[in-house]
């Protein structure tokens, strides 16, 4: 379908399961409005919209698969959520090989999988934006919307050789990264609060003179870290040891350090 699809009312998904893995493309807009609902739980297929629009009262199953937004207007909201966006355990891939389209994702979002693939030099914009799986930057930059604006990755983190992840002039908002972060391209860091729980693999460029916590149970550190300050804050392990030859054993329900000498 080449131009703009809009559900004013009703559902709009596959007519049986043998349907599911078939691909849908719609090369302008895809509009949710209030009454309307797109997908079912059991789609696998590929989807490929120009960008989306779910409005309040709306709803959007995603496929298990992997829905590409590849832009319609630059410089503008090729994604968004006012409505129910459901993951289904799903990737969202922003695409262009245009070097005109830059694409912001709207405020609040949360995705599953989420990939950046961008020939624009100005990328793709988070907005405070929850990631629960895995994020990756393969191409361009994925930055700030805003300077406070929050990115929070669950999964791990990948930036290829011609990915940037974020814009550290433009960026004091809280960074989370659960996950470990493997760069192989360009990574900066934010002027605020950086948590990298899961340590950072630096293998190409890093530009950073901020604080960097490494929290939860313990992460890795390699490669150049730049001018950044390391705070290790990790989750205390409490137990019980007797000055002697015997094993340390584990309660959980300590609540005190100190008990670890009882």
């Known amino acids: ?29 895809f509009t949710v409005q209030a009454d ?4 079912i739980a059991s789609r696998t297929g590929a989807d490929t919209f120009g960008s989306l629009t779910i409005q309040s009262g709306g709803e959007f199953i995603a496929t298990s698969g992997t829905t590409t937004i590849t832009g319609t207007s630059n410089a503008d909201w090729n994604w968004t959520n006012n409505g129910t966006f459901t993951h289904n355990k799903g990737k969202v891939k922003f695409f262009t090989d245009s070097t005109s389209m830059e694409m912001w994702i709207s405020n609040g979002d949360t995705f599953y999988d989420l990939e950046i693939d961008s020939a624009d030099p100005s ?29 929070t990755v669950h999964g791990n983190t990948f930036i290829g050789s011609e990915g940037q992840l974020v814009n550290g002039a433009a960026q004091s908002g809280t960074l989370t990264f659960h ?10 860091t934010s002027s605020g609060t950086n948590n990298f729980n899961g340590g950072v693999r630096n293998l190409a460029t890093m530009a950073s003179d901020d604080t960097l916590t490494i929290g939860g149970t313990g992460g890795i550190l390699e490669g150049d870290l730049d001018d950044a300050n390391v705070n290790v804050n990790l989750d205390p392990v409490y137990g019980h040891w007797d000055g002697g030859d015997d094993a340390v054993y584990f309660n959980t329900t300590d609540n005190d350090l100190d008990s670890i000498w009882a």
Request: hydrophobic content about 30%.
């Open 36 to 39: 309307g609902l797109y997908g």
């Open 1 to 29: 379908i080449n131009r703009d699809v809009v559900i004013t009312r009703g559902k709009f998904y596959p007519r049986s399961p043998d349907d599911d893995a078939n691909a849908l493309t719609i090369g302008r807009n």
């Open 123 to 151: 990328g793709v914009y988070y907005h405070n934006n929850i990631i629960y799986g895995d994020l990756t930057v393969t191409d361009g930059p994925f930055h700030a919307y805003t300077h406070s604006t929050t990115l």
């Open 179 to 188: 996950g470990l972060v493997t760069n192989e391209g360009t990574l900066h």
